[in-house]
């Protein structure tokens, strides 16, 4: 957490009413009733939700299993298929010539997909992956960009029972490697590229590294040919995407699959170790997705165009580019390049050209946009937007404005949405046009939320800053850490036990309005634009390399990231010519780009204390150029102090 952010955050005092709306919620009497509704029944009112707005191959009878906390299941007794939820159900309603994707790539090449061709492609995509032996149960990986044939196969997976497991493309060969590894995938989904930049970020080469050691359980790898660019094919392993789906029916009837089957497993980072694999469940998770779309962003499917700017390797891909809108029957947007490609403008050109109504990014995205200046915007007719979407990090008070003023035009309601990976959908945020908006706050938990601030006993804190936590458990809660029960316990539910609350590892405090303000991490997890970085996985790629003996690694603020990567390293050797770059070169091979530090500074020692520990908060201040807070007088080498100011 940043200094910078606590004290914007505290000093904000602007109010904004909502905008007048016929809404599906459209006073803050409609939030309350909804929320009360939980108070009244908890499980009745979930259970009617999942009755009334999914389509059940056999019908639960009991809504919330909490005989073996924190192993809560949902619906448990029935049989759902995400991907009938998502297609079928839509064309048997006679939506199936509304666009369930419009795609734009980057090069300006677009696609407009209906729910009848959406249907049609999973099954081929389904029956191929049947055909290649992938059954129920299963680990498939995904490694693609953003093209349709991403969304394509998670359906597909979806619809066999396959459980997906979806690698951002920017990821190195070795973290692709790690994840193909920890799933024990059987087949990897990819392309031979994607536009980035005006050229092809080239993915199949990548796989082609992290299958060379290890990776036994891999069978298959498809290959979309995007990129169209020679690729080394292996004939026994390599299977071109258009040539299996040729050969395929275009009916696969979806699987029966229980609740409480693993839809998918999606890495994230955390304050030990490397990425765990959060698992989430398959009825929980798309109800919560289905209903967010609603309350979070007032969604219609029958008139909103949607464009939520993640890309599908991220949560919030999973929840608002693919699952949310389409299990509503909805448009959703997806774009293929760089944001700022060829010009800032083009986020807003893809706005205009499209028709978006309702968008969704990130902090970082709007603070670089603000930078490129307000004629971008201003070229492009953006009348038709109503609802604007924020998540992943919080918003500094000046971007906030920016979006309601220059984008919004004073007249689309801001929904800053605080959620994770583990949660599945939004957990705090103002729906649009029922609850009076605060530049920086994600407001109140949505209906069915129960979030509290507790300090380190787990009492409620009245004043001042504390833990965030879910008080109760939620439908689209992950339901664990992929091949290890222990992290999962200890990582989100022992620090709590005694209350059976979810540690969400944010701090946060409460106004006098009730409204939320989230502060940020409070563990060694950095937020780098919007992702999450773990401090230990970058020290351990940093020590992997030969020259470096020890490495610590904390967040320095960063005006448009949000917090950059600033690393302490200690030589096995003297500093040879261009280490730094070498280094910077070894991280993003080992991790991706993301976790590049900005600043690496060299030491003879790290500052530890008496016991070892090393002393984050002093390396904090002295990355940020701030005084020295912390007690040194401990130190044995005061010089060192110096060395690392640099
Ligand atoms: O610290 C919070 C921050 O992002 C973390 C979750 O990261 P991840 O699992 O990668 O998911 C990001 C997209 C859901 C949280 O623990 N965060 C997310 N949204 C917000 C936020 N911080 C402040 N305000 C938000 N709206």
Redesign the pocket.
């Known amino acids: 957490m940043t200094q910078e952010t606590i004290q914007s955050t505290l000093e904000e005092i602007r109010v904004f009413e909502p905008p007048k709306s016929k809404a599906l919620f459209s006073s803050l009497h409609d939030w309350k009733l909804a929320s009360d509704a939980f108070q009244k029944d908890f499980e009745g009112t979930w259970g009617n939700l999942a009755q009334q707005h999914l389509t059940w191959q056999k019908l639960f009878t009991q809504v919330l299993d909490e005989r073996n906390p924190p192993f809560y299941r949902w619906f448990a007794d029935g049989n759902i298929n995400l991907s009938e939820n998502c297609l079928d159900r839509h064309v048997n309603n006679g939506l199936g010539e509304q666009v369930a994707i419009i795609w734009e790539g980057e090069p300006g090449d677009v696609r407009r997909i209906t729910y009848n061709e959406l249907l049609a492609e999973v099954c081929l995509a389904a029956n191929g992956l049947k055909s290649l032996g992938i059954k129920k149960g299963d680990r498939v990986i995904i490694y693609m960009p953003m093209i349709p044939e991403a969304a394509i196969a998670m359906l597909a997976c979806a619809r066999i029972g396959a459980t997906h497991s979806v690698v951002f493309a920017a990821f190195s060969a070795q973290a692709l490697h790690d994840r193909i590894e920890d799933t024990g995938a059987k087949a990897v989904i990819t392309a031979d590229g994607g536009w980035r930049r005006g050229a092809i970020h080239d993915l199949k080469s990548c796989v082609d590294v992290a299958l060379t050691q290890g990776c036994n359980s891999v069978e298959h790898v498809l290959i979309v040919k995007r990129g169209h660019h020679d690729t080394n094919w292996q004939e026994d392993r390599d299977v071109d995407w258009v040539d299996l789906l040729k050969a395929q029916a275009d009916v696969c009837e979806p699987t029966i699959i229980e609740a409480e089957h693993p839809l998918f497993i999606l890495y ?2 955390g304050s030990t170790g490397k990425p765990k694999g ?1 698992v989430h469940s398959t009825a929980g998770y798309l109800l919560w997705a289905h209903l967010t779309m609603q309350y979070s962003f007032d969604f219609k499917p029958e008139s909103d165009v949607f464009w939520c700017t ?1 890309d599908v390797g ?3 891909g999973h ?1 608002y580019s693919v699952y949310g809108p389409l299990c509503n029957g909805g448009t959703t947007l997806m774009y293929e390049g760089v944001p700022t490609y060829p010009d800032a403008g083009r986020i807003w050109k893809i706005c205009q050209d499209h028709g978006v109504t309702v968008f969704y990014t ?2 970082t995205a709007i603070r670089a946009l603000i930078k490129a200046g307000d004629d971008y915007p201003n070229a492009y007719d953006l009348s038709k937007l109503r609802v604007l979407g ?6 500094n008070p000046e971007a906030w404005m920016w979006y309601h003023t220059v984008i919004g035009k004073e007249r689309c309601p801001i929904v ?8 599945g959908g ?1 957990m ?2 103002p729906m649009p046009f029922s609850i009076p908006t605060k530049p920086g706050s ?1 407001t109140l938990p949505l209906p069915g939320i129960f979030a509290g601030i507790v300090d380190a006993e787990g009492e409620d804190v009245k004043d001042g800053g504390g833990l ?1 936590v879910l008080k109760k458990p939620w439908p689209s809660m992950l339901r664990g850490v992929w091949g290890d029960e222990q992290r999962f316990i200890e990582t989100y539910w022992e620090k709590f036990a005694h209350k059976g609350y979810y540690f ?3 701090g946060a405090r409460k106004d006098e309005d009730g409204y939320f303000w ?4 409070v563990d060694d ?1 950095l ?1 780098v634009s ?3 970085l773990g401090t230990m996985e970058v020290e351990s790629a940093l020590v992997s390399h030969h020259a470096v003996a020890e490495a610590a690694v904390v967040g320095r603020s960063d005006d448009i990231k949000g917090e950059s990567v600033f690393a302490f390293v200690v030589l096995k050797e003297p500093e040879s010519e261009g280490l730094e770059a070498i280094l910077r070169a070894h991280v993003s091979k080992e991790i991706g780009p993301i976790a590049k530090p900005d600043t690496i500074r060299f030491a003879d020692n790290l500052p530890k204390t008496r016991s070892g520990k090393i002393m984050r908060r002093l390396l904090r201040d002295i990355a940020a150029g701030r005084d020295i807070n912390s007690d040194i007088s401990t130190l044995e080498d005061q010089s060192v102090i110096a060395q690392l100011q640099g």
């Open positions: 994230t980072s959060i993640a991220w949560i919030t929840s990130a902090p924020t998540v992943g990090e919080p918003i800053d949405t605080w959620w994770q990976t583990e949660t939004h705090l945020a994600a965030l969400a590892g944010d989230i502060m940020g991490r997890v937020n919007g992702h999450r």
